[in-house]
């Protein structure tokens, strides 16, 4: 029998990085080989996302432009799913849009009605090469949509209009850590 370990336990923290950097708006790129190096930065990934709190994160966040990302999300059922993904695509949205609270680690402290399809497929590949198809729905589907735009270099802001997009960057530009990895206020003012 195969020994299991808990994602994230080998890994180290790496700093998060917050609304403003550029590599959070770059898009990132496929992972081309599946080695050592990249199992160690989904380690990585899961240490950061849970000392952080979060449900999970995009490698960009962690100043990697890889597309890469790790989840430990429950759904509207409280089924809880757990994994990650190499060179993911959104290959399916359907259902009905909802606006429903969205954060997000590189703008801590911030939450806001964000729309989302109900129900999300991605497919991509384990950091063995093998490949997945993870399918959503509620909070899951919500997360899968959320990395995926990650990897495209777009935040769940860039989601938001009018009032509600410029509560969150008043916010995010007069939060303590603004400014700490680049120009927050910069893309406040977009
Ligand atoms: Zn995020």
């Not at 995009?58 to 100043?63: D, F, K, S, W």
């Not at 399916?92 to 939450?111: A, K, Q, T």
């Not at 399809?117 to 729905?137: L, N, Q, W």
């Not at 410029?166 to 939060?175: D, E, H, K, M």
């Amino acid at each position: 029998m195969r020994s299991r370990t808990i994602p994230g336990s080998s890994g180290r923290l790496r700093p998060m990085r917050l609304l403003g950097d550029p590599v959070l708006t770059d898009t990132c790129q496929d992972a081309t080989v599946f080695d050592g190096e990249l199992a160690r930065l989904v380690e990585d990934m899961f240490a950061t996302m849970y000392a952080a709190e979060g449900v999970g994160l995009a490698a960009n966040q962690i100043g990697v432009p890889l597309r890469v990302f790790v989840y430990d999300c429950p759904d509207d059922e409280d089924v809880r799913h757990l994994g990650h993904l190499v060179n993911p695509r959104l290959v399916e949205v359907d259902g009905p849009v909802v606006r429903g609270p969205e954060g997000c680690l590189s703008l801590p402290g911030i939450e806001a009605g964000t729309p989302r399809h109900d129900r999300a497929v991605v497919t991509g590949f384990t950091v063995t090469g093998e490949p997945r198809t993870v399918t959503g729905t509620g909070y899951f589907a919500r997360c899968l949509q959320h990395e995926c735009d990650h990897l495209d270099g777009q935040l769940y802001v860039d989601r938001l209009t009018g009032l509600r997009r410029r509560r969150v960057l008043r916010t995010a530009a007069r939060s303590p850590w603004a400014g700490q990895s680049g120009p927050a206020e910069e893309a406040a003012a977009r």
